[in-house]
């Protein structure tokens, strides 16, 4: 779409059928819905090169026209002025509903998509002022721009449209400013891809204790209102000031995510940590508060302490179990953190991110193979991007590392009733300070 839109070079869109509703959706959206796309049977991943060949050579299952011709036609018919014709939009949406009764306006936000189909806290006016009283910034003041895919407009939020998803969450008002620092970190909660994506957030510094958030013991479990209702929050903002999040349109999750429901967000546990805390390490100081946003969380890999013999085989079998486009964000409890010190000899959270760079290895040959890698890494590498390139280069048994140092991170949590630690393919997806939304 870009190189047609953009740089004015005629071309065809190839799509497979499961996605005509979101492709025709994101060329409207982008003022284009005329623009050459052509679908292809569906799905592509498994098939054979004789079974592709036969779909490019065969018949759209969409239009029923010979798939070349399409292209073809696509390619080489001039623009009429109806395809030159772009779209524009107005968008009129009322800062406040119709008077109706409280089943009624339940129901409205229900059949708006405005939820997360959860029961929610009706955003009334009050309830909005009284967020709103808990931050210095003026209610139409810009927090963040998002967007619900690549392909698609960026929408701003102000404070107040932040507010109105806080009190549907069912967060405090003195919650607020740490809410409003994660929406000013633009990433998002309903992120669209097929992968089934979650996001989660920690958050570092003084904070933690001032709303009472939970480190310990179930901190990343449903026992904790702050914690609970600002990662919903998260999910109901991303959702609503993003441009929706609709299965089929605007969200492409094939299985979905239960993980989305929450957005786990907790607080490290800076006291009991043997490591500094995530935040330093992002270079803030230890006195700031601080959210940290992670995006791509598909999945964890889990285990309990470290054995003393085979150590190391059980992190690297741990580490194998991840796919190597993702970034690993290792999740300790205490004791866990405090084991790869005593067991590990890492002292530091440096030592241990080095170490596992450099035991997170696979065969060039093998890590080229990966679906994800050959989708987003194999481009960027044939043009050259370091360390990428390098390693396309390497021969196919020579072993190359996963990831490097700043793709990985360690962060402290638990109550230490015992030494279990996680790794979640998780990548940080952004950071911001608290305080500066106060």
Known sequence: MSIDLKYGVPTVCLHT?????????????????????????????????EQIEGYVYGVSPISGKSVMQEVVEGLTQPLN??????????????????????AELHQLFLDNN?????????????RVAQMLRHTSRKPDEIVGHHTATHF???????????????????????????ILAIASTSASARGSSTSSMASMVVVNGPVRKEINMNAGTGAMAPYNQANATIGRAFGLLSQNLQGGSVPGETYMGSMGNAVAYASPTFAENEERSPFEPLHVQRGYRAEQSVVSVFAGMR??????????????????NMMRGMDPNESPTFLLDPIAARLFQDIGGLRTK?????WVCENARMPAGEYWDYQLVQNYLLPRATFGEEPLASKLRAAPDQMVPMWTPEQVNVV????ETNGYWRIAGARLAGSACVDDWR
């Not at 979101?22 to 991943?45: E, I, K, W």
């Not at 939820?115 to 009050?126: A, F, G, N, R, S």
């Not at 440096?350 to 080095?354: G, S, V």
């Not at 402290?412 to 109550?415: F, N």
């Open 17 to 49: 059928s499961m996605f005509v509703t979101v492709t025709r959706s994101v060329v409207r959206m982008n003022g284009a819905p005329r623009m050459r796309q052509v679908y292809l049977p569906h799905p592509v991943m498994g098939k054979t090169a």
């Open 81 to 102: 002025d109806e395809d030159r014709k772009g779209l524009t939009f107005t968008r009129n949406t009322s800062r406040l509903c119709e008077p109706a009764s409280e």
């Open 114 to 126: 405005w939820t997360d189909k959860l029961p929610i806290v009706l955003p009334t006016v009050e």
């Open 152 to 178: 698609r407009e960026v929408w701003e939020c102000t404070v107040e449209q932040v507010a109105v998803n806080a009190v549907m969450a069912g967060a405090r008002p003195e919650y607020f400013p740490v």
């Open 299 to 316: 999945h964890m890999a889990f285990t309990l302490g470290l054995r003393r013999a085979h150590w190391r085989e059980q992190v690297r």
């Open 350 to 354: 440096k030592e241990l991110i080095d």
């Open 412 to 415: 402290v949590v638990g109550g």
